[in-house]
């Protein structure tokens, strides 16, 4: 075994001393030496580029992961938000066919309110009342056609009957049509709540509103001079906007006397 070995270096030896004695081979070896080098560069570089490439990869992983939990977590919320809203459709479902059967239930209710509403209208003094008339047939005509609901048509009567209110508290002048001995005549109209109303027109003519026993609202002019005085000075004092005290007054209730 000690003489293999002994035989084996002496051979090496004795290969390097033929190497290095030849020139060609000794260039030859630092020819692979330099090639090796640069093998060994390359194999460095790239291997840096594959952890760099390995670890951008990772981040990468990482980002994408995060994204993922934040997308699942988005999705878990619009789930919820959907749910949610499936709730509240159908609770308004619930509401309208609640609101729908209540509205079959008002609607003759609200249509009833009207006509009475309207009936004590057509019973009070004729100020403005083609007016006031029309508003509450079109409430009732808005009620029958579905344009409002029963629900609106009472809310919007309770402010007609409001306004009715506030005329019977009121004392003012106003401008409308009347019909005197038969003809159309724009006239000053005093008007003292919804209990009286006295006219003066535009060639100074004065007078009150009455109703006969058939029940028709008319015009007339008033008889005496002293009344006419008085009802002038009614006129001038609510032009003034004096609203309270003394007023020496014609008998101007609507009643006829008997």
Do not use: C
């Amino acid at each position: 075994m000690t003489r293999n070995r002994a035989t084996l270096l002496t051979l090496i030896a004795a290969s390097a001393a033929i190497l290095l004695a030849s020139p060609t081979l000794a260039g030859e070896l630092d020819r692979l030496a330099e090639a090796l080098s640069l093998i060994r560069g390359e194999v460095e570089v790239l291997s840096t580029e594959i952890r760099d490439l390995s670890e951008e990869r990772r981040t990468r992983l990482r980002s994408l992961s995060t994204q993922r939990a934040d997308l699942e977590l988005e999705v878990k919320r619009e789930e919820l938000r959907l749910r949610q809203l499936e709730d509240q459709k159908q609770a308004l479902k619930n509401r309208s066919d609640q609101e729908a059967a209540n509205s079959a239930r008002l609607g003759p209710a609200a249509e009833q309110a009207i006509a009475t509403v309207r009936t004590s209208v057509q019973d009070t003094l004729p100020f403005q009342r083609q007016e006031r008339l029309a508003e509450l047939d079109a409430l009732r005509d808005q009620l029958k056609e579905g344009l409002i609901t029963p629900q609106q048509a009472l809310w919007r009567l309770w402010e007609r009957v409001e306004d009715e209110q506030r005329l019977s508290r009121e004392n003012a002048i106003h401008q409308q049509i009347i019909e005197l001995d038969g003809e159309p005549v724009l006239a000053d109209v005093a008007r003292l709540g919804m209990a009286m109303m006295a006219f003066r027109t535009q060639d100074g003519r004065f007078g009150k509103v009455q109703r006969g026993k058939d029940g028709a609202w008319r015009w007339v002019e008033l008889d005496t001079k002293e009344d006419r005085a008085r009802v002038a000075s009614l006129f001038d004092a609510l032009r003034k906007n004096i609203r309270v005290g003394y007023f020496e007054l014609p008998y101007l209730l609507p009643q006829e006397l008997p």
